[in-house]
């Protein structure tokens, strides 16, 4: 069965938004003025809420953040994000039509995450995409996370497919490196990159707009 499987954030939805005030709310709740910008830090928060904790530490002190800082920052994190998760989040345009011509084509649909399962589940259903999904792996679904290929190939079998006849959409060099430990074809979305920085990670194709995706899919798992 042919599947394809997505990354989340930054591939499927921007996600930027909710993320970085989830980390503001960090530092606000320290006494600290928000040292993340929606807008400049959209690559950050598409890297986790451990990065952008790193990054908005280094603003606030001049100095690398201690992992101790950020391993008890982190439950906070989730916690607030938790709370807003789909206040600013929005689809990528095409996404809705591109997985429904994918679905009634026979192909099965996984989400492989590095955010949460718990929080991905609730995400999509806002989204009003969890249906369409025949499986949905996160950062806790197993011991291991991305860019071990394990969750990948768990996100394929969940959704009764066959990793030899599966790719991979993501967005970042995480997504690429899971892909290639997988043994199968990667896409990049240039959502919120140039053409040419997504290119330098050499993917197997370039996803400038998710209409091309249904064509892109048959020529990549024939």
């Known amino acids: 069965m042919k599947t394809a499987?997505?990354?989340l954030d930054g591939t499927l939805a921007d996600t930027s938004g909710d993320?970085?005030?989830?980390?503001?709310?960090?530092?606000?709740?320290l006494g600290c003025s928000a040292p993340l910008d929606p807008g400049a830090d959209q690559a950050a928060a598409f890297q986790g809420g451990r990065a952008m904790l790193r990054l908005g530490v280094s603003r606030v002190t001049g100095e690398k953040a201690d992992?101790?800082?950020?391993?008890l920052q982190y439950p906070l994190l989730l916690a607030a994000y938790g709370r807003k998760i789909d206040r600013f989040t929005t689809l990528y345009p095409g996404v809705e039509s591109a997985l429904g011509q994918l679905k009634s084509s026979g192909w099965r649909l996984g989400v492989c995450t590095n955010k949460p399962e718990g929080l991905s589940r609730i995400l999509l259903e806002r989204l009003k995409l969890a249906e369409t999904f025949h499986s949905i792996v996160g950062a806790d679904t197993l011991p291991v996370r991305k860019p071990d290929p394990a969750p990948y190939t768990q996100a394929v079998e969940i959704a009764e497919g066959t990793?030899?006849?599966?790719?991979?959409?993501?967005?970042?060099?995480?997504?690429?490196?899971?892909?290639?430990?997988?043994g199968v074809p990667i896409v990049l979305s240039a959502f919120g990159s140039t053409i040419?920085?997504?290119?330098?990670l050499e993917p197997d194709?370039?996803?400038?707009?998710f209409d091309a995706l249904p064509s892109l899919a048959e020529i990549l798992v024939a």
């Open 205 to 209: 194709a370039v996803l400038e707009h």
């Open 5 to 7: 499987i997505f990354d």
């Open 67 to 71: 992992e101790n800082f950020v391993d």
């Open 196 to 200: 040419s920085e997504v290119q330098r």
């Open 163 to 182: 990793v030899e006849l599966s790719f991979f959409v993501g967005d970042t060099l995480t997504d690429r490196d899971t892909a290639r430990a997988a």
């Open 19 to 29: 993320l970085i005030e989830a980390a503001n709310s960090c530092f606000r709740s």
